[in-house]
């Protein structure tokens, strides 16, 4: 081999480098632009569209937060301050009374308050809640489903994928904006938002 | 009173029938006694401004860590700069989000017309890719959480041999594949879902998972960060950015004076002994076209069996999953305990819709599979040609694709100026 080749060896190599890394630049700068066409200043969170979900249960027990970051709210202008709540006592349940074994919640996370003859107040006690959407189903098949899932974003760590969101069978996790992270019962109707960017 | 009774039965049902939405059936009371009725509070997500937060960190954290691995030649510096994003991306952030699991976001966003990118994730994406461009993937060595934790348990690295180093190395290819694979048809998040750490991150996580991140931590010991080395998809990524940066980190500040002394502290066996070409220059050259003659033929086979595996491929789809099910097993739709079958009867689709669907999906795995195995034969035919072809080094090199700048070498360098 000549010397002539050999010195000519280093230069042809960098050119080949310089050439590569443009190349891969270049690569790097479409894919982000391509990407960067759907992005948003906004951050975005997981929220349940409580008019698709179907109480599975499995909100309870697939949250990467032990328990988990869903939880039970209550649209209050949607309930009927039953005093046979179908949320909080069991279909079977023999007085309506605040006894354990009439309970539907297996926490007793639902508080029953006396209002005025014949309504009560019931109320959600977060910290007890397991989100196993129990209450719901009684109170969407027998009263006004006003007791319903959300995520809780003082809980939610914001996984990447929700871990929820894979296995829910009615689909009803989606991205939503953080400026507007809730879907609660009566803020907003079913259908409404479902052609927008999830 | 038969009548009425009947009257009222039929009212009943269709008030309890009608949609929830549409109209209450306990319309709500009047109170009297002046009761205030609460409101539903809630609670914010995470303010906006620290997400961004997150994003100046990991830049300030990149600089950081190359200014130390680059420019100071400090491997306590960069060690320190790992323990910081170790303690902040890992346990304050809880690993989300990452620049590894951030692969899918992009994709998700290149594929599903209906996903929003946010700008955070883009930004972790992208920006330590450019600066491995650079600098070398002084990410890994400074920055990366999962990187920083096992770097901290590689207390005895022993050696792997080298081509079993080549073949575990691939792994990490097939990993990036299926992750885009399955992120591009709208199935899963394989890369966020398998994080072997976030668990540890979290201190909760299924027992399944803490076993794995334990299990990846004890075998760190001996085989040196065992997951960036023979899983990372990202690393995929950062080893093509690195192998042609513009500056590399080196062991040596000057010269190489060929005592051997850095050969055996790189813990993750990257660093390239000198040697000469052997035999003649044209039997050589005639060796390497033979094998790039092949490649296509990889590729080929790759694609092939690649599309012959979507069916299997696919079922790890939920929707595909559901539908081959039914299909199989009409009676399943009335299992009550079998939870998806019910809330699909429950959803008012159709089947048709729901085969429709699942055949969809299940074309863009033929076609996901073709380009994955193809992918795949166009790696383990570049590895091939890589490992038939010796270039003339005359001194004790990092292997740029693979070095993880954690820095270790530049200690045991003798030259120091
Ligand atoms: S997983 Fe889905 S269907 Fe099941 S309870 Fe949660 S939101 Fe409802
Ligand atoms: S995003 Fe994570 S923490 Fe939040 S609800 Fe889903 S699984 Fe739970
Ligand atoms: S190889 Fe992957 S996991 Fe390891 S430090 Fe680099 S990016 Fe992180
Ligand atoms: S800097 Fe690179 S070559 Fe040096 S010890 Fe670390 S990984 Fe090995």
């Known amino acids: 081999m000549s010397d002539k080749k050999k010195g000519k060896q280093p230069s042809r190599r960098e050119f080949i480098q310089k050439g590569m890394r443009m190349t891969l630049g270049a690569s790097l700068a479409g894919v982000a632009g391509f990407a960067a066409l759907k992005v948003s200043a906004d951050d975005y969170v997981w929220q349940l569209d409580p008019f698709k979900c179907v109480y599975c249960g499995r909100c309870a027990d697939y949250c990467v937060v032990t328990p988990s970051a869903v939880k039970c709210v209550h649209a209050f202008d949607l309930c009927g301050y039953c005093d046979l709540c179908g949320g909080y006592l069991k279909p079977d349940a023999n007085a309506r009374s605040t006894a354990a074994e009439n309970q539907l919640c297996p926490t007793a996370a639902i508080q029953r308050k006396f209002v005025e003859d014949p309504y009560f107040e019931y109320q959600i006690d977060e910290e007890l809640c397991i989100g196993c959407a129990k209450c719901v189903e009684g109170c969407t098949s027998f009263g006004n489903g006003s007791l319903h899932l959300q995520v809780r974003h003082d809980l939610c760590v914001n996984c990447n994928e929700c871990s929820i969101a894979r296995v829910c069978p009615a689909d009803a996790f989606e991205r939503v904006p953080a400026s507007s992270p809730y879907k609660i019962k009566g803020d907003f109707a079913t259908g409404s938002d479902k052609n927008k960017p999830a | ?417």
């Not at chain 2, 990410?139 to 080549?166: H, N, T």
């Not at chain 2, 590729?299 to 299909?327: C, D």
């Open chain 2, 1 to 417: 009173m038969n009548r009425i009774s009947k009257i009222l039965f039929t009212l009943s049902a269709f008030l309890i029938s009608l949609p929830v939405w549409a109209q209450q059936r306990f319309p709500k009371p009047e109170f009297e006694t002046g009761y205030t009725q609460p409101s539903t509070t809630q609670p914010l997500p995470r303010a906006l401004f620290l997400e961004y937060l997150d994003v100046f960190v990991l830049v300030a954290a990149l600089v950081i860590a190359t200014w130390f691995v680059v420019k100071k030649r400090s491997r306590l510096g960069v060690m320190w700069t790992s323990v910081f994003a170790l303690l902040y991306f890992g346990f304050f952030r809880e690993g989300c989000i990452c620049a590894i699991g951030a692969i899918q976001n992009v994709t998700l966003a290149i594929f599903d017309p209906t996903y929003v990118l946010p700008f955070t994730a883009l930004a972790f994406f992208v920006i330590p890719l450019v600066v491995t461009l650079f600098y070398g993937r002084t990410f890994c060595a400074g920055v990366c959480p999962l990187g920083a934790i096992q770097d901290l348990v590689a207390f005895r690295p022993i050696e792997i041999p080298k081509w079993l180093q080549k073949i575990l190395g691939m792994i990490p290819y097939l990993y990036l594949g299926l992750a885009i694979l399955y992120a591009a048809t709208r199935s899963e998040f394989l890369i966020c879902r398998y994080d072997p750490f976030i668990g540890i991150f979290r201190f909760d996580a299924e027992f399944q998972m803490l076993l794995l991140g334990g299990l990846f931590l004890l075998v760190g010991i001996f085989i040196a960060r065992p997951y960036c080395r023979f899983f990372c998809p990202y690393g995929v990524l950062l080893g093509w950015m690195s192998t042609f940066s513009k500056k590399h980190m080196t062991i040596t500040p000057s010269n190489c004076i060929q005592c051997k002394l850095c050969a055996n502290s790189c813990p993750y066996g990257v660093i390239e002994e000198p040697v000469e070409e052997q035999g003649s220059r044209r039997s050589n050259v005639q060796r390497l076209m033979t094998y790039l003659f092949f490649i296509p033929l990889w590729i080929g086979i790759g694609g092939l069996a690649g599309s012959m595996l979507h069916g299997p491929l696919s079922k790890f789809n939920t929707k595909v999953y559901l539908a081959e099910q039914l299909v199989e097993n009409p009676e399943l739709k009335q299992d009550p305990d079998y939870l998806d079958a019910r809330a699909f009867v429950q959803s008012g689709e159709s089947m048709d819709e729901l085969v429709k669907e699942a055949r969809e999906i299940r074309s863009q795995f033929y076609w996901g599979g073709w380009i994955l195995g193809g992918f795949m034969g166009l790696v383990v035919g570049l590895t091939l040609l890589k490992l038939a072809s010796h270039r003339n080094r005359h001194d004790y090199e990092p292997d740029k694709t693979n070095c993880l700048s954690c820095g270790r070498c530049m200690d045991y360098c003798p030259v120091k100026n």
